[in-house]
């Protein structure tokens, strides 16, 4: 059991809009910021997102976050088949005093 | 350019210890925190803990406590990652991820990650 949530699967079609929901509490999300990777089919994590809304350099303007109170979305829009993929959100939490990570999102463009 | 590189798959007995290194290069290795999160087959992320390469000061996950330890060698720039009385769920890929200059930053880059199987 993750302590943030994600929904387990997600789809879209080529060139469409999807999100992806990541529900935490007032000791991780509430007061700290989100960041977001990506991890393709075989290979390491990569940071995707960071600091709730902020693109390291090399990734597509496609991909966008943003944070509300206990909650954090990613969206990914015109979607292409390179996005199939696995998303994990993250946040440090206050009470456990570590970092933690959601349970990921199955990405699958249709 | 940044790049981390993890030594390589692992396999040992329950009861075991296993040591994964992970080796900096492309940029100062006492400026920037080194974390390590492990991802059992086919499940999501876990964090284990950090380690400051300067001066070596750790912070452990709770659910490691005990039975991890993290240290580092700053003359070759490699952080180190040992995990102690191995069972059969500590089977995984573990990866080392480059934080930032304070523990509260995103990880990045990532390390390609080290399997470790755990197997009587």
């Known amino acids: 059991q993750s302590v943030l949530t994600q929904p387990p699967s997600a789809s879209g079609t080529p060139g469409q809009r999807v999100t992806i929901s990541c529900s935490g509490s007032?000791?991780?999300?509430?007061?700290?910021?989100v960041n977001w990777y990506q991890q393709l089919p075989g290979t390491a994590p990569k940071l995707l997102i960071y600091?709730?809304?902020q693109r390291p350099s090399g990734v597509p303007d496609r991909f966008s976050g943003s944070k509300s109170g206990t909650s954090a979305s990613l969206a990914i829009s015109g979607l292409q088949s390179e996005d199939e993929a696995d998303y994990y959100c993250a946040a440090w939490d206050d009470r456990l005093n570590g970092w933690v990570f959601g349970g990921g999102t199955k990405l699958t463009v249709l | 350019h940044v790049q981390l590189v993890q030594s390589g798959a692992e396999v040992k007995k329950p009861g075991a210890s296993v040591k994964v290194s992970c080796k900096a290069s492309?940029?100062?290795?006492?400026?920037?925190?080194m974390h390590w999160v492990r991802q059992a087959p086919g499940q999501g992320l876990e964090w284990m803990g950090w380690i400051n390469p300067y001066s070596g000061v750790t912070l452990y996950s709770q659910r490691f406590q005990g039975r991890v330890a993290m240290t580092r060698d700053t003359s070759i720039s490699t952080v180190y990652m040992e995990l102690t009385r191995l069972r059969s769920d500590d089977t995984a890929v573990y990866y080392c991820?480059?934080?930032?200059?304070?523990?509260?930053?995103?990880?990045?880059?990532w390390g390609q990650g080290t399997l470790v199987t755990v197997s009587s």
């Open positions: 007032s000791s991780n999300i509430g007061s700290n910021t």
């Open positions: 492309g940029y100062t290795f006492t400026d920037f925190y």
């Open positions: 600091r709730n809304n």
């Open positions: 991820a480059r934080g930032g200059s304070g523990t509260y930053d995103w990880f990045d880059p």
